[in-house]
């Protein structure tokens, strides 16, 4: 039997393609139903471990996106903070 925290790291370890698939085929298996209130609640916590990876990488990517966003363009000669290109 694998404790909670195993099956955390588990998750915490897969891509994020890998989640959200994972996390499809747990929801199908429980709006299909047919299993047992001990496999349900299962499935359950599995989805949230699921969900939990799924948040922390798009947090990761809005952040990075931000991140990049925010910087200034020293490439682009619009740019009005761009010090390299300014005629002297």
């Known amino acids: 039997m694998t404790s909670t925290t195993d099956t955390e790291t588990e998750a915490t370890?897969?891509?994020y393609?890998?989640?959200?698939?994972?996390?499809i085929e747990v929801?199908?298996?429980?709006?299909?139903?047919?299993?047992?209130?001990?496999?349900?609640l299962a499935l359950w916590e599995?989805?949230?471990?699921l969900a939990a990876t799924c948040r922390?990488?798009?947090d990761g990517a809005r952040a990075r996106l931000d991140a990049a966003l925010a910087?200034?363009?020293a490439e682009d000669p619009e740019n009005p903070e761009n010090?390299?290109?300014?005629e002297v």
């Open 13 to 15: 370890a897969l891509g």
């Open 17 to 23: 393609e890998q989640a959200r698939d994972e996390l």
């Open 27 to 40: 929801v199908r298996r429980l709006e299909a139903g047919g299993t047992t209130l001990e496999e349900s």
């Open 46 to 49: 599995r989805g949230e471990e």
């Open 56 to 58: 922390r990488w798009l």
């Open 71 to 73: 910087e200034p363009d």
């Open 83 to 86: 010090t390299e290109n300014a």
